[in-house]
């Protein structure tokens, strides 16, 4: 954090001096973070699960844990530790590594036979055990109010002793017992004195009075099962009672300024606005209806699903989008398999993608880069837009294989066309950044020559596609015909053609369809009809009236005051700043202690620091509605509103498709076997099986070293920005890999010798530095050397350096398809 993310570590640092707070710091290498951290616990990079359920394991059979109310409280009455699980459930504790429902694949289309899968679950076995079957989904109800209640399931049976063997909290335990301390230093290297220092020391500071965050990176995501490391945090935060709470939580440390923003506002491919799934074809997503009965709730705040979505559809397609057309649904595109990064690279590769755009990324040092680089020889045309000449825009005739002769540029049918692309700071528009807050940042400078902004670019090629699109009579085109785009500003700025941005917010916040002067200010004023019209649901509030932008807001709270900066930006959903909060009262809506008092109830409703995440006059008494839909389902000490029970999972039923706990799997090339389980790696994960993407063998001897890749503070991403700054260059100048002095001393590597870096899929050259930062593992009496690689360096730029990425693998993660960038195997020899 203190490296990739200096500005936000003075948050931390500043509650170490001021507050005394504790720093943990958890990673492969030593960094700036270790050294102001309290603890620094090394890990050996992909083990972070095994590290988890240790803690999970080392909570479950504490003393403070088992007789101090709190945490059994919370955990009862916030959590689904209490449901009953399937009898037909099996665990990895069962199967040796595997849950039950575990089949091949059988869902690759013929037209994108792409998606990467090695098998797949059936999570049937999986579900709550319900008081009865329930009635089947009816996508034909007369409204959507009746579709929405003929999902209700049954109740799921309880037992709130904790007892039952098949309850929730029982199948955790058990899944956890074997993630000893022993354990978790045979797996991950972290020595068991040190491990057992975390774990006393996250339990101390939890509970009533104290609360503990986690804050994680790309060293969680970029795994073949990333979104199980989150996941297994959230399970150990939910039984700390850390969720909901202020200083609690888990904060995802974005990479860019608003990463946040373009997955909210989504430019992936498998979900539209407001976290709602993209339509695809190979589900029951036919017409609203069975897309409404596949996807919403009938309980928890998902059950206005149909508001979310006629209200975002009327933002697509305006006047003709209509209730006699299903609001234009069928126009909408529907995905046919995963149109992600890597098996878009893959389809690429083989000749299947004709055309790409290519914008703020470097496809041409990204992962297994020279595949990557093969599919984009392939395309007949593509279109980069950056700040500079990166190497996706040079890559054919500066490629590596360009420059050593395999390949001719006159042998690339390609055509390139760049785009210059203004900076930041000569546009206008918002940031989302990691707590989920729009802040509004204006333009500085007009950009120079024929740079253009992001906006510009993508305005100027819609009107223009619109125009080729006006005569056409084919049905597949009617949809574009009928996008609503109308962004022009009334008054002309200084870059002709520039859209308004804050004609864009306001499509985005909402309004009252056919007078674009009224906007919502809530998305409880959605409405299924088509008389409210609103791109993104979640972002509808920030925009509340004309020229009342609060993403421009900038009133902190007064010096020495407690709250939530509520007058500072604005904050989705609804401007609250902790999600969940109502979890920071007690069952009856007490805070759980002064110290930490955030919302309460008080005066006949929720009050507090923060904008309640609750229906402000429901009571804590208030009981659940049996019959109920929405929050009427739930009742008033349910504080999880988007969850359908609405309690916290540590269990998952449905969500995640590989697996319902978080389980310790090896990453998809490692130099040694899964010590907890028959099964090696995710039996789920992605791989795309090529000859330009082989994978290591487990403990292949000549790839023996685990790597990591990484950022550092002095360069950005593939350096696209950074590399063409002299002052930055000047502080990073060369590609290193940083090895152990014991590696070295093995080796005979001295420090600043160049080195080759080898693994299945390339070769690079870089400089050696020794340093202590590395260290080797001791695992379970095997000694096993761990290197690091920054990722910043390409052949562009004013300085240059291998490509890092000759080195990844396209391998994955099956629920988002996120790459494997942060552990693998490979050799190093002097060169």
Known sequence: MAECHPVAFRWPMKAKVERGAKIIHVDPRFTRTSAMADIYAPVRAG???????????????????NSDPFFREYVVNY?????????????????????????????????????????????????????????????????????????????????????????????????????????VERITGCPRDTFLRVAETVLENSGRDRTTAWVYAVGWTQHTYGPQMIGCCALLQLLLGNIGRPGGGIMALRG????????????????????????????????????????????????????????????????????????????????????????????????????????????????????????????????????????????????????????????????VFFFPSAQVAETEGSFTNTQRMLQWHYQAALPPGDCRSDLWFTHQLAKRLKALYADSDLPRDQGFKNLVWDFDPDVPGPMEGEPDPEKILREINGYYTGHPERHLSSFAELKDDGSTTCASWIYCGVFPEPGKNLAKRREPDPPDVVGAHLNWGWAWPANRRVLYNRASADPRGRPWSDRKRWVWWGNGRWI??????????????????????????????????????????????????????????????????????GQQTSPVLKYWRRDDNLLAMVGDERFPYVITTYRLTEHYLAGAMSRWNPWLTQLMPELFIEISPELAQEKGIRNTDWVRVITPRGEIRAKALVTGRMRPFNLGGRIVHQVGMPWHWGWQGVVTGDVVNELTALVGDPNVSIHEGKAFVCNVERA
């Open 47 to 65: 083990t972070d699960i095994a590290f988890l359920g240790g803690l999970v394991n080392y909570v479950l059979n504490s003393e403070k844990w």
């Open 79 to 183: 959590t689904n530790a209490a449901t009953i699980i399937s009898e037909e459930f099996r665990d990895t504790e069962d199967l040796d590594g595997v849950f039950s429902g575990l089949m091949q694949y059988t869902g690759n289309p013929k037209d994108w036979p792409f998606d990467g899968f090695v098998g797949q679950y059936d999570p049937a076995s999986w579900q709550y055990a319900r008081r009865g079957a329930g009635g089947a989904p009816n996508p034909n109800a007369a409204s959507f109010d009746e579709l929405i209640r003929s999902l209700r399931r049954p109740p799921a049976e309880r037992d709130e002793t904790l007892q039952h063997p098949r309850c929730v909290f029982q199948i955790v335990k058990r899944h956890f017992s074997r993630y000893t301390p022993e354990m």
């Open 256 to 415: 860019h300024a608003s990463i946040q923003g373009s997955t909210d506002i989504p430019t992936l491919y498998h979900s539209i606005h407001g976290y709602m799934p993209a339509p695809s074809a190979l589900k029951r997503h036919g017409t609203l209806r069975e897309y409404l009965a596949s996807e919403a709730s009938a309980t928890g705040y998902w059950a206005n699903m149909p508001k979310f979505m006629v209200s975002y559809l009327k933002s697509m397609y305006g006047d003709a989008a209509t209730p006699e057309n299903d609001f234009g649904y069928d126009w909408h595109p529907k995905i046919s398999g995963d149109h992600s990064h890597l098996p878009m690279f893959v389809a690429m590769a083989e000749g299947r993608v004709k055309g790409m755009i290519c914008i703020g990324q470097n496809p041409a040092t990204s992962l297994n880069a020279s595949l990557e680089r093969k599919g984009l020889r392939r395309l007949e045309w593509l279109v980069v837009k950056d700040n500079f000449i990166t190497e996706t825009a040079a890559f054919w005739y500066r490629a590596p294989e360009v420059q050593n002769g395999e390949v001719k540029p006159e042998e690339i049918e390609t055509e």
């Open 608 to 677: 507090g620091l923060d904008t309640p995440d609750f229906p402000l006059t429901k009571p804590p008494w208030a009981r659940a509605n049996p019959n109920g839909i929405g929050l009427d389902a739930h009742s008033g000490s349910h504080p999880f509103i988007m969850k359908p029970d609405g309690v916290g999972w540590l269990f998952n039923p449905i969500g995640l498709v590989d697996g319902p706990l978080p389980t310790h799997y090896e990453p998809a090339e490692s130099p040694v076997r899964n010590a907890l389980y």
